[in-house]
């Protein structure tokens, strides 16, 4: 459908007509966000600004766009991020949640999913969903607990350090042309700190879209929305809190008994064997979602920590695709989006006396500013070097880098098609096997 269509059902929004201009004119939008620039301007005439007001004043309600990439199965999915606003370092440590200018504009939002394609031009892009948001309506402890360790950290000096891995819904992405140039002075620090601004991360975008889509099947086609329950309803204490008390009835037990007390299968081979163990136990059935960890993207991963001490292996992530990863910038890569991240550690750990694994920890993370600045080298060398064709010598993991490339793939015939036509064997980026094994053993919840 046009964006006229589209968008025709919410001319009017609390009352308030929300007026468009159909005449495209002279003016020219090229670049990243030109969609959203041609929607601002162009259909309903709004001048692009910076003020912390709403874009539809009277309405209060703000616009904003959402591109959808089309994966190889036709499906759609988010494409990346949507930003929010430019974080004031000097004026936010002023500000408290309820009366913050992030709320002021970001109170309700119309969301304008579209289908990307850099080659058609902008008032013939397909619109695929239109909707409106509350975040505050949905998600308000989060939210504001993720702006509050934002601007926690800010009023601590440590701008610097903020990471979008310290928050689950709401990120702080840096912002800039480049790194050297996004650097500003922050209050209580002679440390330059980069640039920032809110934003909802990849993962809550997509459990947004997500959501809006079911919405809107169910009442198209009646279809039943899947049943989600929030594990954090009713509660004080945070997610990683919940989860903490949640496993301590189950320390000190293997996985077999736990599947027993459970009334789970044990099938350890199977694919979401240890996912559906933290669902369970959890409080939620096999076919309920987990709101908490499909809107944040939380990560399960298993940690098996021999008689020695020692981890075996190091922790892959999904094979990277050749010909994406060299288009991408950094904090819109596929690998990126995985590291910021939280991640929910399950440890196991061998039993002295038999052949079994009991369960040791449970450790709710995310990687540090300092670690994901060096993933970034990491990452840079691997796409320059796909970009050169250069196939046989990325990082390894005796370079000592906390990340490295290697091989993941079915067998010697599992290659896909790279930026120069040639057929490589599929390879992924890994977490370094000590580097787990530090966080595992620096890192204790049910103490």
Known sequence: ??????????????????????NIGEKEYSGKGSFGQYLEEVFFGITNNSESKPDFIDAGLELKTAPLKELKNGELAVKERIVLGIINFDSIIEETFEKSHFLEKNLHILLVFYVYDKLAALENIQVNLVDI???????????????????GKIRRGKAHEISEGDTLYLGACTKGATRATSQVPQPFS?????????????????????????????????????????????????????????????KGKDAFTICKDLGLPYNPKAKHFYAQIVKRILGADANQR??????????????????????????????????????Q???????????????LFIVFRRNPQNEGYFLDDVIFWNMPAEDLEEARKVWIDTQQKIQAGNYNSFVKIKDDRI?????????????????????????????????????????????
């Open 1 to 22: 459908m046009t964006v006229a269509q589209a968008l025709s059902k919410y001319k009017m929004y609390q009352g308030v007509i929300v007026e468009d201009s159909s």
């Open 133 to 151: 948001w509350n975040c505050v309506e949905q998600d308000e402890t989060q939210i504001k607990k993720d702006w509050e360790t934002i601007v």
């Open 190 to 250: 002679d440390i330059l700190a980069h640039r920032r601004a809110f934003s909802f991360k990849i993962q809550y975008v997509r459990y947004i879209y997500q959501s809006l889509m079911e919405k809107r099947q169910a009442s198209v086609k009646r279809k039943k929305i899947a049943d989600t329950i929030r594990i954090t309803q009713n509660r004080t204490e945070s997610i990683d809190q919940i989860i903490k008390e949640a496993f301590c009835r189950h």
């Open 290 to 327: 987990l709101y908490e960890f499909e809107a944040a993207g939380i990560q399960i991963k298993t940690v098996r920590i021999e008689v020695n001490g020692k981890n075996k292996e190091s922790m892959s992530f999904k094979h990277m695709r050749y010909t994406e990863i060299v288009e």
């Open 329 to 343: 910038d950094w904090e819109d890569s596929d690998f990126y989006v995985d590291l910021t991240s939280k991640f």
């Open 403 to 447: 990340v490295h490339v290697r091989p993941h793939a079915r067998n010697a015939a599992d290659k896909i098609i790279t930026p120069q036509k040639t057929m490589e064997l599929k390879r992924s980026f890994w977490l370094n096997r000590d580097y787990i094994l530090n966080i595992v053993e620096n890192k204790s919840y049910l103490t």
